[in-house]
């Protein structure tokens, strides 16, 4: 497990990637429009956009293959997420 931290001013976003596992999980660890504006996930595959999950909720999906994704931009304030990997 690791912590990513989105800010404009560095890492706002994340490119169109693959995870290296079979499972990843993301949890929102502080709130949209109250810490920060913007954020979220597309799946490129799909042309799906995910806006950013409430606090402490968990989104799982299959990292390789399938769910190519990026993170959208942070465009104010500081967004955390908890990454995790699983590998059955």
């Not at 890492?11 to 709130?31: E, M």
């Not at 968990?58 to 942070?74: D, I, K, S």
Request: overall charge neutral; glycine content about 10%.
């Amino acid at each position: 497990m690791f912590v990513v931290r989105y800010r404009p001013e560095e890492q706002h976003s994340l490119r169109p990637h693959h995870d290296a596992s079979t499972f990843s999980i993301d949890i929102a660890l502080n709130k949209q429009g109250v810490d920060y504006e913007g954020g979220g996930v597309r799946y490129t595959r799909y042309n799906c956009t995910v806006p950013a999950d409430e606090v402490g909720y968990a989104m799982m999906f299959p990292g390789r293959l399938t769910h190519q994704h990026e993170g959208l931009p942070t465009t104010k304030g500081t967004r955390y997420i908890l990454v995790s990997f699983i590998n059955p």
